[in-house]
């Protein structure tokens, strides 16, 4: 009897099919587009056909950290690495790296694992040469003009000795300034570099997705919002003005609050020097929106007296007035304040402090009107018609609110950001990017 592992392929567009048969003939690789668009699983796929006859033995997949390469490139929902080559790869360790060890019909072949993210990033893949490199979300990577330094340019001079060298990115597009397509992407167009390939995708270009499920994922965002214009119309985009532009009196603004239901929580952003907040939070009864019921604020600055940890408490203990919620969600680096909270038994939670996901989160909470904010919240309001994104920033290439009376902003995203990775954990998994179809057979 002969045991075979299948593999849910849907139909490639002919857009995909074209890409994935050019880059046999190609040195670097570029897919950039939406999200869902079928990118990283085209460079699994290449990736693999090459490893299979290269003659070079090891290998690097990268993403903005070892966990996000691992979920990409070694997982990618059923459709990476260790799939197409299940039954010939383990994972295991190369010199303290996470590696995957497969079997090939050239011999056995070593991907590393990295994370690219951090300035130190480049540390951990030195002392190897590489043949293949695949790097997912690669503006999410390090660089720098240093060579020595920048995670790309380390990279690269990685596979001065390779054999057979190859290279694979793929990125949701982000502000048209950034270094990636300056020193990059559009560079290597610009000069006509031999070998070189680029594709533009859109989740239309993606067949396993059915109408009804595209319609799902583009819910998931405001319209309105950069994210949708990036993630959803594959467009460079600055970010630009308000932060968040959707959030309005109308939609989003209680002068009476509604019933609630269900635990309280508190969010809280923490400085002695700058402002202290507390948000508090409940359901709205029978209905799915979160509600900001009443908040504390305080700023040292602006009272021209420092309070101390255990008057800012004292400050929240006046806020619940006799309510203990389920959590106190935390600014992550406030040690000082999470340690005087579990001395008077609130249950403490630190916040998810990814700024740009939690922005993210927030917009789309506010786009599908999932979370309000009562009348009484006077500094949240009034932050939310001033948080402006940073146009200096934005000319450097880079996404970054401008950090001046942001601290509800800070506490709001804290709660959104966290509220969403507990929904998340909740839900059952969804179905794979590739829905149906045809199946391969790998014996």
Sequence with gaps: ??????????????????????????????????????????????????LELCRDKIHLASGSTIGNAKLNIGVCNGFGLEALFRGRCKWGKYRDNEALFIHTQTGEKVVVFAGGGKADSYKRILGNSYGLWIATEINEHYDSDDSRESFIKVAFGRQAAALDPLVLWDLNPCNPNHRIYRDYIDHYQGTGLAGYLYEHFTIDDNLSISDERREEIKAQYDPSSVWYRRDILGER????????????????ILNELPATEGDYYVSSDFGIQNATTFGLWRKEQGGGRWIRLREYYYSGREEKRQKTVSELVDGLDMLLDGIMPRWVIIDPSAAALKAELRKRGYHTRDANNDVLDGISDVC?????????????????????????????????????????????????????????LVQRNKQKPRKSIFEGGRKAVWK
């Design 1 to 50: 009897m002969i045991l075979t592992q299948t593999i849910p392929w849907a139909d490639f567009s002919d857009k995909h099919k074209r890409y994935i048969n050019a880059a046999i003939d190609s040195r670097i690789c570029v897919a950039e587009g939406a999200i869902r668009s079928g990118k990283t699983i085209d460079h699994c796929i290449i990736a693999a056909a090459h």
């Design 237 to 252: 985009v600055i970010a630009d003005g308000l932060v968040y532009p959707m959030f309005n009196k109308k939609d989003h």
């Design 364 to 420: 789309t909470l506010l786009g599908a009107n999932k979370i309000a904010v009562s009348r009484q919240c006077e500094h949240c309001i009034k932050e939310f018609g001033s948080y402006m994104w940073d146009s200096k920033a934005a000319d450097a290439g880079m996404d970054r609110p401008i950090e001046e009376n942001d601290h509800c902003m800070d506490d709001f995203r804290y709660f959104c950001k966290t509220m969403r």
